[in-house]
């Protein structure tokens, strides 16, 4: 649960103006998330949220760009290495079979990774789809897959 509630974090303060645990919670709430304010000032610390001017005289909260995409890849290791059960791929196709119900935190996990020939993931409760372009880069994203699982 706290892997998707931090995944649904970064999300949301990348796609939002959030200057406030206030309405961190509010949005997190929103997302069908319930979290105490308390939780969520735990969750600002460990994933080292900083403030940065919002553009609007204001600020909002954001994560370091250096220690953003380590974050990401650590939980993403760590994602795969807990939920997925099997992975295969044809032509341009990757499938992962995961746990019941993580196929939807894994997938937002991998999107947000932004990984080169990935066109994007479409996830269901126990399976994800990657989609890759070009074909033939398939076996470049599957290797990285298998080293995460690994």
């Not at 645990?21 to 929103?30: D, G, P, S, T």
């Not at 760009?65 to 997925?84: G, H, I, T």
């Not at 990935?118 to 990657?130: F, K, L, R």
Request: hydrophobic fraction near 40%; aromatic fraction near 6%; charge should be neutral.
């Amino acid at each position: 649960m706290k892997n998707k509630r931090h995944l649904e974090i970064i999300k949301l303060i990348k796609n939002n103006n959030i200057g406030t645990q206030e309405e961190l919670v509010a949005a997190l709430e929103e997302a069908g998330i319930d979290v105490t304010q308390a939780t969520v000032s735990r969750d600002i610390k460990k994933l080292g949220l900083i403030k940065i001017p919002d553009g609007k005289g204001g600020y909002k909260y954001s994560l370091p760009s250096k220690r953003r995409d380590a974050d990401l890849n650590d939980w993403l290791k760590k994602m795969v290495q807990d939920f997925v059960i099997d992975l295969d791929y044809s032509e341009n196709l990757i499938l992962i079979k995961t746990v019941p119900g993580t196929a939807g935190g894994l997938g937002a996990a991998l999107d947000n990774a932004n990984w080169s020939y990935v066109m994007g993931t479409i996830a269901g409760d126990d399976t994800i789809m990657i989609i890759t372009k070009p074909i033939d880069k398939t076996d470049v994203v599957f290797k990285k897959l298998e080293d995460l699982f690994n």
